[in-house]
Structure formats: structure tokens, C-alpha cells
């Protein structure tokens, strides 16, 4: 493990081709449309742009919440973060080990069984295969499947899905954590019992990047937050200054909308 | 670091060092494509675990499993044998060997073809949840297919059996012959994947040019049919590349001519390949 982990952004901007007149697309061209910012690059395509020249460094220590309306680029950000959209312009810097965890669902197979999805996380995440059996071991005692572990995962009631998805999920600790917003809902019931594993893993990550509208998450577990506005950083400071004047605007904006 | 408490779990994730930016220069995305292709060497396991498991699922729960690839591929060999074997007036005995090794080659390079469109598509989900080497999916593709030709094999041997026909030992020259269409494949995974990704309109139009290819190359009809036109088949690149694996394993030397036709289109292919992967790798999240 490296000493010191780092994530810097360093004047980075997103630009998203808009190509497929599938629903995904249209999605953002209706948020692009809603918050102004459908444009043209260079070339004149059409797209959106989703982050613009943002900017910050992260060291061991650091708990980053980011907060934002629908479509201010939260996602995008986390996304670029973790390598997966490569930035057009300006830098990211990634030192350390990372676990980004966007999508519950990641490569979980309906049709195959619980340890085989378990298997094969473990091999998207490039771990050796002699750790494979402690990550099934682990994942399996948390997520309480019992014999459902051979049966494939499409039989499984939706709490034993969630229950694997976050056991996989909270299984492999990175120096540096990711975060979208899903990973904190739930059902009360499941959230008791996850608590425990999900601090444990939040404490241990050096470096934390949330991405919450749950303003209590955020106050939780960071101390800086960054407030996005259509792809751009609104405001960057202590947790508590952001968090008011993020808290005031969105009051006058609710008011505004009545 | 706080001390890790008893209960988390001991798994720490791998180590990464990365530093992306938007710098376009040749050189900066050529380095990039260089270390995906090598990390995506590194995670041969897990390719080779998706594309078994593709070939399980599709079958999953069916009697016979993916052995219905090879009874469905000898029913229609021993179909089609009979019926071109009377059209083209040709004795059965040395027209149906010919065939089914023609046909079970033939059989990978066109579901290779068709699959590589969709070589990035189909993973979309875990290319836009994780940071992966898109070399990968490429690997993905061939194994696949590698297992479906594994199954239709037995129909090749089954019918050299039966017409006790064998290539002898010049059939061990196909070996360069296959090593070249294993790189060959993964070009073709990695150029027809982005050019997928990108144009949606690709798979439609890249299962016409198959068809097409398929007739105009003797897979079906023997070479030696075409008379004193024979000369125009090494400009096709299908045939050369088909023939530096059939001709050896029905027990002739492929010549220098279509070994030559054959390295040449490849280079083309591999130079096409590597120049739009160092460009697209990066745009392919945003694509799918």
C-alpha cells in the first residue's frame, strides 16, 4: 500500500458528445436544456458540458462531500475521479488504491449465483486469486445468504440483493473511497446492521469523496464540501460554511418555484 | 491510517497510479493504449472466466448445453454436403471434408466479426462503473468464440473419420496460420468494438459485408472451380486469410502468395486497429 494517497483535479472539464437520440441522451439534453448548458466543442457536436475547470487537492485525511441539484455533474465527477470518463482538458491525478462505488448493481449477473458474482467482482477489482475465498467468505457471512449463495441471484428477494450488493460493495477497502448517493439509502432495518461495515470502511479510506443530497450524510462524515452548480464549483470550503449557504439558496429556490 | 478494526474485512484494494489529461498529443495517447493493452494481459483471468461464463449462460438449463453448437453445426453441414455436393456434381467423399472444415473456419471468422461490433456495447454497465482496461472485453470476445470453434471442431474430426481422410503432418503449418487469426481477431475486437460504440448503424452494415464475403469466398465452392479466374482470389482478403488455416489442415502447402496477401492485410488491419484504438480508447466511456 502507498503511504500517501492522492486525487487531484486540476482544471478539469468534462464535455459529453451527445450522438444515440436514445432516452439517455434525451435525459440530458433535458437537464443540458433546464440548467443552460447544451453547447458545441470545438468541432461543433452537440453535447453537454458536464464539469468546467474544476479544482482541488485531496490528501490522506480528507472527507470531500458533494452536494448539487440533479445534473449539476456530481456523478461526472466521481466518475472522472475514479478514470473512468478521461478528462478533455486539465488533469487528474490518481495515487493510492480506489474503490469507486457508483453503481449497486455493478457486474452483478441475474443469472448466475451468488458466489459466482462474488467471484467475478473479486476479478474486476483485479484482486489475486488467493484472496478470492476470504472475499467470498467475508461477503457471504455479512450478506447472510446461506444456501441462496448457489442458487443464482435472479430468485433472490430484493432485501438478499441489496444485502449482497452492499456486502460486495463495503468488501474491498481502498486508501481512497468514492461514493455516489445510493450507498446510503435502504431499509432502517438493513442500515442498522450496515452502519457498522460502512464506517468502518469510511473511517478506514484515507481519503473520502461523498456525493449526497443527504445533507446529513455529508454533515456526518466530511469536513469540506464542495457545492457544484451546472458542472462548475459554486463554493469550496469548511463543511459547515457550504452547507449554509448551499442550505439558504436551495430554501430560495423552493420558494422562488412556488 | 487509524488502526483497522477487528471486524472489517482484511481485503484492500489494488493499487493504482494514474494521471489522465486532456493532452491529445500522439505521443501521451499511445503510451495510454499501451498500458491497457498490457493491464489487459494482466486480467486474462477474469477474460477468460466472462467468456466461459457467456457461452454457460446462453446454454443454461438446455440437455445438451453448448453441445448444441456441434449437433446444430453437423446437421447443417450434412445438409448442406448433400444438396451442394449433387449441384456442383461432386463426389461426396472428398466435397463434405472439405465443407465442414470450411464451414466450422468460416462459422468463427463471421460470429467473430458480428460479435466484435458489440465488443464494447454489451459492457457498458462496467465500463461506466469502473475504471478497466477496454482490452478486456476485446480478450472477452475471442474466448468466446474460441470455445464455440472448440465445439465445432468435433464435427471436422467427426467427418475426417468417417471418410477416413487426414491431412497428415502438414497439418501442423496451420498452427502459424492460427496464431495470425488469434491477433487478427482481437484487432478486429478492439476497431469493429469502437466503431460500435460510436455508430450504431455498424452491426447491420458489417453482417451485409459478411454475407457478401461468404459468397464470394470459396467456402462453400472449392478454389480449383473458379478455372483460369483463380488468379483474383488472393485480392480477397477473406480468402487469404481463410486458406492459410484450411489449406494445410486438408493437407496442401498454402502458397507464398496468399501467406504474403495474408500478412499484408493484417498489417493493414493491425495499423487501422491500433490507430483508432489510441484515439477512441478514451471516448469510449462516453460513447456506450
Given at each position: 500500500?502507498?503511504?500517501?494517497p492522492?486525487l487531484d483535479a486540476e482544471?478539469?472539464?468534462?464535455?459529453?458528445p451527445?450522438?444515440?437520440?436514445n432516452s439517455?441522451?434525451l435525459?440530458?439534453?433535458?437537464f443540458?436544456?433546464?440548467?443552460?448548458?447544451?453547447?458545441?466543442?470545438?468541432?461543433?457536436?452537440p453535447?453537454?458540458q458536464a464539469?468546467?475547470?474544476?479544482?482541488?487537492?485531496?490528501?490522506?485525511?480528507?472527507r470531500l462531500g458533494?452536494?448539487?441539484?440533479?445534473g449539476?455533474g456530481?456523478t461526472t465527477l466521481?466518475r472522472t475521479?475514479?478514470?473512468?470518463y478521461?478528462?478533455?482538458m486539465g488533469?487528474?491525478?490518481?495515487e493510492?488504491s480506489?474503490?469507486?462505488?457508483?453503481d449497486?448493481q455493478?457486474?452483478?449477473?441475474p443469472?448466475?449465483?451468488g458466489?459466482?458474482n462474488?467471484?467475478?467482482?473479486g476479478?474486476?477489482?483485479?484482486l489475486?486469486?488467493s484472496?478470492?475465498?476470504?472475499?467470498e467468505?467475508?461477503?457471504?457471512e455479512?450478506?447472510e445468504?446461506?444456501?441462496?449463495l448457489d442458487l443464482?441471484?435472479?430468485?433472490?428477494?430484493s432485501g438478499?440483493l441489496v444485502?449482497?450488493?452492499?456486502?460486495?460493495?463495503?468488501a474491498?477497502?481502498?486508501?481512497?473511497?468514492l461514493?455516489?448517493?445510493?450507498?446510503?439509502a435502504?431499509?432502517?432495518a438493513f442500515?442498522?446492521?450496515?452502519?457498522?461495515r460502512?464506517e468502518?470502511?469510511?473511517?478506514?479510506a484515507?481519503?473520502?469523496v461523498?456525493s449526497s443530497?443527504?445533507l446529513?450524510?455529508v454533515?456526518e462524515?466530511?469536513?469540506r464540501?464542495?457545492w457544484?452548480d451546472?458542472?462548475?464549483?459554486?463554493?469550496?470550503?469548511?463543511?459547515d460554511?457550504?452547507?449554509?449557504?448551499?442550505?439558504?439558496?436551495?430554501?430560495?429556490?423552493?420558494?422562488e418555484?412556488? | 491510517m487509524?488502526?483497522?478494526?477487528?471486524?472489517?474485512?482484511s481485503?484492500?484494494?489494488r493499487?493504482?497510479a494514474?494521471?489522465?489529461h486532456g493532452?491529445?498529443?500522439?505521443r501521451?495517447?499511445?503510451?495510454?493504449?499501451?498500458?491497457?493493452l498490457?493491464e489487459?494481459l494482466?486480467?486474462w483471468?477474469?477474460?477468460?472466466?466472462l467468456?466461459?461464463l457467456?457461452?454457460r449462460?446462453r446454454?443454461?438449463?438446455s440437455?445438451?448445453?453448448?453441445?448444441?453448437?456441434?449437433?446444430?453445426?453437423a446437421?447443417?453441414?450434412?445438409?448442406?454436403g448433400l444438396?451442394?455436393?449433387a449441384l456442383?456434381?461432386?463426389?461426396?467423399?472428398t466435397?463434405l471434408p472439405?465443407?465442414?472444415?470450411?464451414?466450422?473456419l468460416?462459422a468463427?471468422?463471421?460470429?467473430?466479426?458480428?460479435?466484435?461490433c458489440?465488443c464494447?456495447?454489451q459492457?457498458?454497465?462496467?465500463?461506466?462503473?469502473v475504471?478497466?482496461p477496454?482490452?478486456v472485453?476485446?480478450?472477452?470476445?475471442l474466448?468466446?468464440n474460441?470455445?464455440v470453434?472448440?465445439?465445432?471442431v468435433?464435427?471436422?474430426v467427426?467427418v475426417d473419420?468417417?471418410f477416413?481422410?487426414?491431412p497428415?503432418v502438414m497439418?501442423l503449418?496451420?498452427?502459424?496460420?492460427?496464431?495470425?487469426w488469434?491477433?487478427d481477431?482481437?484487432?478486429?475486437?478492439?476497431?469493429?468494438?469502437?466503431v460500435?460504440a460510436?455508430?450504431r448503424?455498424?452491426?447491420?452494415?458489417?453482417?451485409?459485408?459478411t454475407q457478401i464475403a461468404?459468397?464470394?469466398?470459396?467456402?462453400?465452392?472449392?478454389p480449383?472451380?473458379l478455372?483460369?479466374?483463380v488468379?483474383v482470389?488472393p485480392?480477397?482478403p477473406?480468402?487469404?486469410?481463410l486458406e492459410?488455416v484450411?489449406?494445410?489442415?486438408?493437407g496442401?502447402?498454402?502458397t507464398a502468395t496468399?501467406?504474403?496477401?495474408?500478412l499484408?492485410?493484417?498489417?493493414?488491419l493491425?495499423?487501422l486497429?491500433?490507430?483508432?484504438?489510441?484515439?477512441?480508447?478514451?471516448r469510449?466511456?462516453?460513447?456506450?
Open positions: 500500500m502507498r503511504p500517501n492522492r482544471n478539469v472539464s468534462v464535455f459529453f451527445l450522438y444515440h437520440g439517455r441522451s435525459k440530458k439534453t433535458v443540458a436544456v433546464a440548467t443552460g448548458r447544451l453547447g458545441r466543442d470545438a468541432q461543433q457536436r453535447g453537454v464539469l468546467r475547470d474544476i479544482n482541488f487537492t485531496l490528501r490522506s485525511g480528507d458533494l452536494v448539487g441539484a440533479n449539476a456530481k466521481l475521479l475514479a478514470g473512468i478521461e478528462p478533455v488533469r487528474v491525478t490518481i493510492g480506489l474503490n469507486a462505488l457508483l449497486p455493478l457486474g452483478m449477473n443469472d448466475l449465483t458466489r459466482e462474488i467471484m467475478l467482482r476479478l474486476y477489482n483485479g489475486p486469486r484472496v478470492l475465498p476470504r472475499l467468505e467475508d461477503v457471504a455479512f450478506a445468504l446461506g444456501d441462496f443464482p441471484v435472479r430468485i433472490y428477494s438478499m444485502r449482497l450488493g452492499f456486502a460486495l460493495a463495503t474491498i477497502r481502498p486508501q481512497i473511497l461514493m455516489d448517493e445510493w450507498f446510503l435502504g431499509d432502517a442500515m442498522e446492521r450496515a452502519r457498522g460502512l468502518d470502511m469510511v473511517r478506514g484515507e481519503i473520502l461523498l443530497h443527504m446529513a450524510a454533515e462524515w466530511c469536513t464540501v464542495l457544484m451546472q458542472g462548475r464549483v459554486r463554493a469550496d470550503g469548511p463543511r460554511a457550504v452547507l449554509a449557504a448551499y442550505r439558504k439558496s436551495a430554501a430560495t429556490a423552493t420558494v418555484v412556488a | 487509524s488502526a483497522a478494526p477487528a471486524n472489517a474485512p481485503i484492500t484494494a493499487d493504482v494514474l494521471e489522465l493532452d491529445r498529443s500522439r501521451h495517447l499511445a503510451a495510454l493504449a499501451v498500458r491497457d498490457r489487459g494482466t486480467l483471468r477474469l477474460a477468460l472466466t467468456g466461459w457467456d457461452i449462460l446454454y443454461r438449463g440437455l445438451l448445453g453448448p453441445f448444441w453448437l456441434t449437433l446444430s453445426t446437421v447443417m453441414i450434412g445438409a448442406l444438396l451442394y455436393g456442383f456434381h461432386m463426389d461426396v467423399r466435397y472439405f465443407l465442414a472444415l470450411s464451414q466450422v468460416w468463427f471468422l463471421g460470429l467473430l466479426i458480428a460479435d466484435a458489440a464494447f456495447t459492457s457498458e454497465v462496467v465500463i461506466r462503473s475504471r478497466m477496454l482490452f472485453h476485446a480478450l472477452r470476445v474466448v468466446r474460441l470455445l470453434l472448440a465445439h465445432n468435433v464435427v471436422i467427426a473419420l468417417i477416413a481422410v487426414s497428415g497439418a503449418l496451420c498452427l502459424p496460420g492460427i496464431a495470425l488469434l491477433v481477431s482481437l484487432a478486429i475486437c478492439v476497431l469493429l468494438g469502437a460500435g460510436r455508430f448503424d455498424i452491426p447491420p452494415i458489417v453482417a451485409s459485408i461468404f459468397f464470394i469466398t470459396p467456402v462453400m465452392w472449392k480449383e472451380q478455372g483460369a479466374r488468379w482470389l485480392f480477397n477473406f480468402f487469404d486469410l492459410i484450411r489449406a494445410p489442415l486438408l496442401e502447402m498454402p496468399v501467406w504474403g496477401a495474408a499484408g492485410y493484417s498489417a493493414v493491425l495499423a486497429s491500433w490507430w483508432l484504438f489510441t484515439r477512441a480508447r478514451g469510449v466511456p462516453f460513447w456506450i
